[in-house]
């Protein structure tokens, strides 16, 4: 069982590049969410989806959309990449069927804008 | 609004020294509180949890109690090893999680 992967772990992009970040697992989570990490911030919510065709925005939003059309998947594209959008990404994901419950975390994107 | 207030670090201790990280928290409602570990260039896991007032987690000699009268969930160890290094986030939620910005422990022989 993997579950959570991220892809890729790590990226250099150019300011003004598209760049979709893949988060996939494999725990039939209804719930995934998107985080970015950034020093002294600690983790900041930037969207998240409660079940598979829906889709919310967090705290940190504008800048990044999502997109779940099935359970396991749930990208998150950067339109057009700006340098405050340097961080580490996280993915995580949780069974809501009881509410708020314990979320399982990817092992991270690097994502560095110049 | 919501909120979570860690101490900051860097906490330095020696090996089988007791932990202490304080967190407190404002919400509104019931949240459930967590504490999650981050280990160097991985992800989170959760270390322990409490969904009720007065509960207690603990997980690998780890603790926390739910204090609803000061709004605190305190993580505890009573002797750390050098393998405890890690940073240690708090979190609180009623429907999305809300991180405190973390506390970094440095664990030394």
């Known amino acids: 069982i993997a579950g959570i992967t991220q892809a890729p772990t790590s990226q250099i992009l150019a300011a003004g590049r598209r760049m979709t970040l893949r988060c996939t697992q494999d725990?039939?989570?209804?719930?995934m969410y998107w985080y970015r990490q950034d020093l002294g911030l600690g983790l900041r919510l930037i969207h998240y989806?409660?079940?598979?065709?829906?889709?919310g925005k967090g705290e940190v939003p504008d800048g990044y959309s999502v997109s779940r059309a099935n359970t396991d998947d749930f990208p998150l594209t950067l339109a057009s990449a700006v340098p405050s959008q340097t961080s580490v990404y996280f993915c995580?994901?949780?069974?809501?069927?009881?509410?708020?419950?314990?979320?399982?975390f990817g092992p991270g994107t690097r994502l560095t804008v110049l | 609004g919501d909120s979570v207030t860690q101490m900051e670090g860097p906490v330095t201790l020696s090996e089988e020294a007791f932990l202490t990280i304080n967190c407190t928290y404002t919400?509104?409602?019931?949240?459930?509180l967590f504490w999650y570990v981050q280990y160097p260039g991985e992800g989170l896991q959760l270390l322990l949890k409490?969904?009720?007032?007065?509960d207690k987690g603990s997980n690998k000699g780890f603790e926390a109690t739910y204090r609803k009268e000061t709004t605190s969930f305190h993580l505890e160890k009573g002797s750390v090893q050098v393998s405890d290094s890690a940073v240690y986030f708090c979190?609180?939620?009623?429907?999305?999680?809300?991180f405190g910005t973390g506390t970094r422990l440095q664990v030394f022989p």
């Open positions: 919400a509104t409602g019931y949240p459930s």
């Open positions: 995580a994901s949780s069974n809501r069927d009881r509410g708020l419950d314990t979320q399982y």
């Open positions: 989806s409660n079940t598979a065709g829906t889709t």
């Open positions: 979190a609180h939620g009623t429907d999305k999680l809300i």
């Open positions: 409490a969904t009720k007032a007065d």
């Open positions: 725990m039939r989570h209804n719930a």
